[in-house]
């Protein structure tokens, strides 16, 4: 359960009684609609808010029982994050980008996640890898966060509405590549969408409504 | 970690602030370092230029306007002492040494200083770097500023060098009021002494008095040059420098010659009251200059403060992606603390080169060598403001530490 309270209003409960699962190598969506609670459910799973009651484990871990560091370490260590809206760092350049979460604990980058870097960069389509963040389209900036969530190899890679600000052609491009990648890594993936087209490649989908998830109607949970 | 491409990104994006920020509070700096060094400089220079100005006896009129027209050759009308002390200087045991300064003539922008070859040779203790002193009437020692060669003839004109004022009508006015049938010859020059004296024209005393009209002060007409200055009537000096033989001299002299119709004092002491307020000035412009560093440094803290608050995002995403918060923490820190020391780093450099312009600006104006120099007090100033705009830095940095990250994504 997630409560959250707003200014002197009183606590609003965002997320009640939820349940659920993520294999690995599943791709679980969630959809439902806006203020429905999904991103709230994306952060509690990626430890960035506790639950004010319930647990989330990770195999046999309570992330809920971890303290902020440890629980930090382990997002680090096993979560990818794409954002709806991309969150890069315009300024830095592509590659620059993709290793950025190696330098939250490296001074040095190690060569060979570099050429990581560079191999993801190409994964994702993206050879001109001097050029600015800022200065990619929309939808190369969209890979470009998924390469840069796939830098340290995650376990678990949680989307926020990845196809949201894209076209059609990118919007597809764009999952191809999430399935593709998590494919090849066995990663388990839990997203947030409303496009159809990505909710009908997700293995099982969930409808959050006032903070209760039930499975879709069109889903194959 | 390795804060250093978040840094990087934040100042990109800051883009001309990333400039102007640092350049205000090096200006800002530099104003500081400037008024403090060259009010430094300019006490030390004027001091050391003094330093052969034991005791000036005048006749009654101000006191620093003698200093500053003796010392410092800033042309002025002031009264004459009768010449006659001269002689009862040269007779009295308590001096060691004493000259004549006289005034009022100029060749090509120079002042023509007529006084005794042994106080052109500082009473032995300078040494001409060229050719000699002057040993007879029509000759002269320059200063090492003036452009005369050795062997170069002139004729002085009447009336002190107008500074500053046109070449051409600097010319034509010494043209006009030249004393026709004079002529010196240069015969020495005379080390750098890094005062206004670089700039002069010595010669010697009874020369001076001669193209007055005042006969030489010698009863014959081929008497060697310098006291005692036996003529019936020793034509007044504007100004009489005196060495005397120890301290209490000093003090017997300014005594005697503060009554009858002189007035005597020590420059030095003069000095010591004129940088006592200057002091007081440079007090207000010290504490003006530190209130302006502490509004720039406050007004960039609140400018960081209010970018790390719009950055919030940023931040939270990074969180989100793995960094710790010691690691956001650094990255805002650091660079909010690099924009704040490169601006006390320029400044410092700034302020060295402002201070030293002033300096060539002064030396060029009143031929006082400033020399301006930027020493250990100044760097650990600014070593002191870098370590203050550090803990300002701080401010930004505990902001964004402090902001929880699920708030902040949304």
């Known amino acids: 359960m997630v409560e959250r309270a707003e200014g002197s209003r009183p606590a609003r409960r965002i997320l009640d009684r939820i349940s659920l699962a993520v294999e690995p190598g599943a791709i679980v969506a969630i959809t439902g609609p806006s203020g429905a609670g999904k991103t709230t459910l994306l952060h509690a799973v990626a430890g960035l808010l506790q639950p004010n009651a319930g647990a989330v484990s990770w195999g046999d871990l309570d992330l809920t029982a971890l303290s902020q560091t440890t629980r930090d370490r382990w997002r680090r260590d096993t979560v990818g994050l794409v954002f709806q809206d991309f969150q890069l760092l315009p300024e830095l350049d592509v590659i620059e980008n993709i290793l950025l979460p190696i330098r939250f604990d490296h001074w040095r980058t190690p060569r060979d996640l570099v050429g990581r870097a560079a191999m993801l960069a190409s994964r994702v389509g993206l050879d001109q890898r001097a050029l600015r963040a800022g200065a990619l389209s929309r939808g190369e900036q969209q890979r470009l966060a998924i390469a840069r969530a796939l830098m340290r190899g995650p376990q678990l890679l949680l989307a926020d509405e990845p196809t949201a600000s894209l076209d059609a052609d990118n919007s597809a491009r764009v999952i191809d590549l999430l399935i593709e990648c998590t494919r090849e890594s066995q990663a388990s993936v839990l997203l947030v969408s409303h496009d159809a087209q990505l909710l009908g490649r997700a293995s099982q989908v969930y409808r959050l409504t006032a903070g209760r998830l039930e499975v879709d109607s069109a889903g194959r949970a | 970690m390795n804060p250093w491409p978040v840094i990087v990104a934040d100042l990109r994006a800051l883009r001309w602030v990333a400039w102007v920020t640092p350049l205000l509070i090096a200006i800002a700096v530099a104003v500081g370092i400037a008024v403090s060094t060259q009010e430094t400089a300019l006490r030390r220079s004027s001091a050391k230029a003094a330093d052969d100005f034991d005791l000036l006896i005048g006749a009654p009129a101000s006191n620093t306007q003698l200093v500053l027209t003796t010392i410092y050759l800033q042309p002025a009308a002031i009264p004459l002492v009768d010449g006659g002390i001269l ?308 401010l930004p940095a505990i902001g964004t530490f402090r902001t929880p990250v699920d708030q902040s994504l949304r």
Not at chain 2, 136 to 153: D, Y
Not at chain 2, 291 to 298: A, G, K, M, P, W
Not at chain 2, 299 to 320: K, P
Request: charged fraction near 20%; hydrophobic fraction near 50%; proline fraction near 5%.
């Open chain 2, 87 to 394: 002689n009862a200087l040269a007779g009295d045991d308590r001096v060691k040494a004493a000259a004549p300064i006289a005034f009022g003539d100029s060749v090509r922008g120079y002042p023509v200083i007529g006084t005794t070859a042994a106080f052109a040779g500082r009473w032995g203790e300078l040494a001409p770097s060229e050719g000699r002193l002057f040993s007879r009437e029509g000759e002269a020692v320059v200063g090492k500023g003036v452009r005369l060669a050795i062997g170069e003839v002139f004729t002085p004109s009447h009336g002190s060098p107008a500074r500053h004022s046109a070449a051409n009508a600097q010319r034509e006015d010494e043209a006009s009021h030249r004393h026709e049938g004079v002529r010196y010859t240069v015969v020495g020059r005379l080390p750098r002494l890094g005062s206004p004296w670089d700039g002069a024209i010595l010669v010697p005393i009874e020369s001076v008095w001669e193209t007055h009209g005042l006969g030489n002060g010698h009863s014959r007409d081929d008497a060697a040059l310098g006291p005692p200055f036996d003529a019936p009537k020793v034509p007044g000096v504007p100004a009489i420098v005196v060495k005397p033989r120890a301290v209490a001299d000093a003090y017997a002299l300014r005594a005697q010659y503060r009554q009858g119709g002189t007035v005597a004092f020590f420059p030095a002491e003069m000095l010591v009251d004129l940088y006592k307020t200057l002091g007081d000035v440079r007090d207000v412009l010290v504490i003006a200059t530190a209130l302006n560093d502490v509004l720039i440094f406050t007004a960039t803290a609140m400018l960081l403060l209010a970018l790390a608050g719009l950055r919030r995002r940023r931040y939270a995403v990074l969180r989100a992606l793995g960094a710790s918060p010691t690691y956001i923490l650094l990255a805002v820190w650091l660079g909010a603390a690099l924009l704040l020391a490169v601006g006390c780093l320029l400044g410092l450099a700034l302020g060295g080169i402002a201070a030293w312009l002033a300096g060539r600006l002064v030396e060029e104006r009143t031929g006082l060598a400033v020399a301006v120099d930027i020493g250990g007090s100044e760097v650990l100033g600014v070593l002191g403001l870098i370590a203050v705009a550090s803990l300002l830095a701080l």
